[in-house]
């Protein structure tokens, strides 16, 4: 495996390996890696030639009073599973590198993003989509990975793969889920241990929602039920309990066609703020 801190060092090696044929896979991360990472690397190792890693904890997505700074890294940690996990090159620049001159453009998301995540964090999307896009461009992937863990996020690379026309395969991967039922992420070490104990019953008030939802609860009913499940559940108030169509991120009321449905929710606890959500089939039986 290969590290490579520089742009123009990974487009170079890149443009060797695509004028031999070989197809590039790529995993974008922000890295301190779990198994949900690693599950996206697995998964890119069976489709392609040569695996690309990026390691990158963008500024750009993060908001003024966000967990920038405290974001957990440990670059030596990462580069011993991304050997395991047969990265062939390791993609882990600076920020002076990503944003060397004064940037004169920036990627703005205009659908998907008044919702969710999205609404609760002004910009993020913007600062997401911008990062893919410059490491789309330096790592020339033929197919990349995402986790359904950040939905939101691939319904905003999926508009950003369309509106550029990028030839790039998006290829979404389900979530990673420790045996409680907990999604696995970075930022689950800031749990307290009182408070780890409680972070399942995310999960537990999705299942419990969409079971409703397919009983023909009303949605309004069913994020009724599900914050008031969280709140006992957690103590902590949900930051959002939020039903739409996927990945349109539509009302469910204002789609016609039956299609697939997201509940989401976030919740924020003493230091981590944690999202989940589940995609399914849905039929509005009309
Ligand atoms: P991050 O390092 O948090 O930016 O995540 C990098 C990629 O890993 C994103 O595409 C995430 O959606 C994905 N990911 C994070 N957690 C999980 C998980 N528990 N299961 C599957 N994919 C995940």
Redesign the pocket.
Known sequence: MKIIKQISDMQRVIKIEKQQGKKIGF???????????Q??LQEARKNNDIVVLSIFVNPLQFGPNEDLDAYPRDFERDEEIAKLRGVDFLFYPSVEEMYKENRTTIIKVEQRVDVLCGKHRPGHFDGVATVVMKLFQIVSPDAA??????AQ??AVIEGLITDYHLPIELVK?????EEDGL????RNVYLTEEERTKAPSLYKSLTLGKSLLEDGEKVHTVKQKMEEDILLQTGYKAEYVEIYAYPTLQELEKVKEAESVIIAIAVKFSKARLIDNIVFSYNKGE
């Open positions: 995993v974008p991360t922000m890295g301190f890696l779990h198994e949900g990472h599950t996206l990975y995402f986790g359904m863990k950040d996020q691939v991967v389900g979530t990673v889920r999604a696995k992420s970075s």
